[in-house]
C-alpha cells in the first residue's frame, strides 16, 4: 500500500472500521462545495479498484438491467430473484481476489437499472432478503474489504425501470409507466442512498449512472449529491449524478453539473490531469456474467491499466460473478497475473501522476517526484524511442524491467535505445531521474 493511501487510511479511519460521521440536513438546492483534495488524492493514487456487476440475472447469463423486456421477458426477468441462490459466495474471498490482483478499492452494484437491491432495504421487498440465499451480500463484502484493506464502494443507478413510480421501464427506458411519481421515487433514492451509507459505510466512491434519462434533472442531480455529501463528507461522487455526461467519453459538457470526476466507458480516457477520470471497462465483453464470454489477454489488460495512468486516469476493471457466487475462475487467475505484474513494477504507476510526455503510440509515462517512468508497450519497429525536449537536466537512465538503456538528452528532445533482447512484451519500463520535480515539466 503506497504512503499517501496509508496517510489517508490512517488520517481517516472510519473508511475501515468507525462509526460513520453525519452531517446536519440542509434542504438547501446549492451544491455542496468539492471534497477536500485529500479524499481525491487517495483515489488518485489508487489507480486501480474492482467493478462488479451482479444480481439474478447471472442465471440468464444476460447483460444486467438491458436484457429485461428484451433477451428475456420483462415477468420472467422479475421473477429471476425466486430463484438466486449462490451459496457458494464468498465476500472474503472476492476481496481477496481485489488485494491480489493490486486493486485498491472495489465498486459493487448495489443497485442497477433492474431496480434489485443486494442489500437488506426497508424500502422495498425486491431484494436478496427475499430471494432464496438471504443474505445481505453488501453488509458482508463492505465488511470483507475493510479486513482485507480494500476501500469499499458502490454502484447505484438512478434509472429504475422496475420501479412503479419512476416514469420509463424496460426495453432501456422505452416504455412509460401507467401511474408513475417522480417526485415520490427522488424519495426512494434518497432513503436507499442512506441506507447504503448509514448501515454500510463510509463508502469511498459513490458511482452513480442512469442519469441520461428524461425524468432526471439538474435540480435533482444536485440534491442528491448534496444528501449524499451530508451523511458522509469525505464521499467522492462520480459525474453521472449530473446531466452533462458526453455520452461513453465521459467527459462533462461545459457549465454542467459534474460531480468530481470523469467516467469514460469502455474507452481508455484522453491525456487529462486536471480534472479526476476513471476508465471503466470490461474483463470480458459483458458487464454481468455470460457463459464462454471472450476474456481480454494479460497484454490488454495491463496495457489498458498503464495507458490509463499515463493519461493521468484511474482504471475501474469489471468482473460479473457466476450464478453460484463465485468470480470466474479464469477472471480470477486473469488479475492474479496481474497482480504478480503489479508486484513487481506498481511503484511506476500507483502514487505517480501522468505525463510529462504526452501518450502515444509508442506508450505512455508517469512521473512522482524527481522521476520520470516511460512505459513502452510498442517501438514499432524502431531501434530508438524519441521524445520531446524537458528542461530538466536528466542525471540517471536504467531499465526497470531489466537490461540497459543508452539515454541521450538535447535540446531537440530525448533519445532512449534498448537492445531487442531486453524489451519486455508487455511494458518496457524507463527509469529517467531528473535534477529537479517532475511535476514542474509541462506536459508534451
Not at 452513480?208 to 442528491?224: C, I, K, M, Q
Request: hydrophobic fraction near 35%; charged fraction near 25%.
Amino acid at each position: 500500500m503506497n504512503s499517501t493511501l496509508l496517510h489517508f487510511l490512517r488520517t481517516f479511519p472510519m473508511l475501515l472500521v468507525l462509526p460513520l460521521r453525519l452531517l446536519a440536513s440542509d434542504s438547501s438546492p446549492q451544491p455542496a462545495p468539492p471534497p477536500p483534495p485529500a479524499n481525491l488524492e487517495w483515489w488518485r493514487e489508487a489507480r486501480f479498484g474492482m467493478f462488479i456487476h451482479w444480481g439474478p440475472v447471472s442465471l440468464k447469463g444476460t447483460e444486467i438491467g438491458w436484457s429485461r423486456g428484451a433477451e428475456v421477458p420483462e415477468a420472467e426477468y422479475d421473477r429471476l430473484y425466486r430463484y438466486f441462490n449462490p451459496t457458494r459466495f464468498d465476500a472474503r474471498a472476492w476481496a481477496r481476489t481485489a488485494k491480489a490482483a493490486g486493486m485498491k478499492y472495489l465498486v459493487l452494484t448495489s443497485k442497477h437499472h433492474d431496480g434489485f437491491c443486494l442489500w437488506d432495504s426497508q424500502y422495498t421487498n425486491y431484494d436478496v432478503m427475499n430471494t432464496p440465499f438471504g443474505r445481505d451480500v453488501i453488509k458482508e463484502l463492505s465488511a470483507a474489504c475493510r479486513k482485507e484493506r480494500v476501500v469499499f464502494c458502490t454502484y447505484h443507478s438512478i434509472c429504475d425501470w422496475w420501479h412503479p413510480d419512476y416514469p420509463l421501464g424496460s426495453p432501456g427506458g422505452k416504455s412509460k409507466k401507467p401511474s408513475p411519481n417522480m417526485d415520490r421515487y427522488h424519495a426512494y433514492l434518497k432513503n436507499q442512498l442512506t441506507e447504503l451509507i448509514r448501515n454500510y459505510g463510509p463508502l469511498g466512491i459513490l458511482w452513480f449512472d442512469g442519469e441520461w434519462e428524461s425524468p432526471w434533472n439538474p435540480d435533482r442531480a444536485v440534491d442528491l449529491y448534496r444528501h449524499c455529501r451530508q451523511l458522509q463528507d469525505s464521499i467522492i461522487i462520480n459525474n453521472r449524478v449530473g446531466k452533462g455526461r458526453e455520452d461513453m467519453a465521459g467527459t462533462t459538457a461545459g457549465g454542467a453539473f459534474a460531480g468530481d470526476y470523469d467516467t469514460p466507458e469502455q474507452r481508455i480516457g484522453k491525456f487529462q490531469n486536471d480534472r479526476p477520470w476513471e476508465s471503466c471497462i470490461t474483463i470480458c465483453q459483458q458487464w454481468a456474467w455470460k457463459p464462454d464470454d471472450q476474456l481480454k489477454s494479460l497484454r490488454e489488460c495491463l496495457q489498458t491499466l498503464v495507458t490509463c495512468v499515463g493519461g493521468d486516469g484511474n482504471l475501474l476493471l469489471n468482473v460479473g460473478p457466476m450464478p453460484d457466487g463465485r468470480i470466474e475462475p479464469r477472471q480470477v487467475e486473469r488479475l492474479r497475473e496481474m497482480g504478480r505484474w503489479l508486484k513487481r513494477y506498481g511503484k511506476s504507476l500507483y502514487a505517480t501522476r501522468g505525463g510529462p510526455f504526452k501518450p502515444g503510440a509508442w506508450g505512455v509515462s508517469t512521473h512522482q517526484g524527481k522521476t520520470i517512468y516511460v512505459h513502452v508497450l510498442d517501438w514499432r519497429n524502431e531501434e530508438t524511442l524519441k521524445l520531446p525536449a524537458i528542461e530538466k537536466r536528466i542525471v540517471k537512465a536504467s531499465l526497470v524491467t531489466g537490461g540497459k538503456v543508452r539515454c541521450a538528452q538535447s535540446a531537440q528532445g530525448v533519445e532512449l535505445r534498448v537492445a531487442a533482447s531486453s524489451r519486455q512484451d508487455l511494458d518496457t519500463i524507463v527509469k529517467l531521474q531528473l535534477d529537479g520535480s517532475a511535476s514542474e515539466i509541462s506536459p508534451r
